[in-house]
């Protein structure tokens, strides 16, 4: 049982925390990244970033109603990588939270210069700077993905 340490000899004990080791540097070498699912999360920062191109910046200005949406969906793609690599995250690292709060300033700063390309009436150009939301999104999300496998395996 897993609480019977009183049977073991320190060299059975040494050698069940090595199998430890093993198996849990074995599932961090399994995890794939899951490219499409972190593609999603890119793609809901474009479509956020985007929907200032529909909106009338000013004194008026209305913040876009489907941001509540956003974070909907990105709440159900994280379930649905938690789903795919059966593997519940409990801890990220810096390294990931330091990629999070890159998305988070990455897509406010390209929200506010699509902000302020259509005050000059150029929204056409919102759409470079959804792109570079959704691949900074996507980039950051594989860093953060990559740093929480890596916390894994140290434990």
Do not use: H
Not at 19 to 46: C, K, M, Q, Y
Not at 123 to 141: E, K, N
């Amino acid at each position: 049982m897993e609480s019977d340490f009183d049977s073991l000899s320190r060299s059975e004990a040494i050698n069940k925390l090595g199998e430890l080791t093993a198996d849990r540097n074995r599932l961090a070498d399994s995890i794939r990244v899951p490219w499409p699912l972190l593609a999603g999360f890119g793609a809901v920062a474009a479509w956020w970033v985007g929907a200032a191109a529909t909106t009338s910046p000013g004194e008026n200005f209305e913040p876009p109603a489907t941001s509540g949406l956003a974070f909907a969906i990105i709440f159900v793609i994280a379930y649905l990588i938690q789903r795919e690599t059966g593997i519940r995250f409990k801890r990220m690292g810096s390294r990931a939270v330091l990629a999070m709060v890159g998305i988070l300033f990455g897509c406010f700063t390209l929200f506010s210069v699509s902000l302020g390309l259509v005050s000059f009436g150029m929204q056409w150009a919102v759409s470079f700077t959804s792109v570079v939301a959704f691949a900074l999104t996507t980039w950051l999300t594989a860093v953060a993905y990559r740093s929480a496998a890596e916390t894994l395996r140290r434990g």
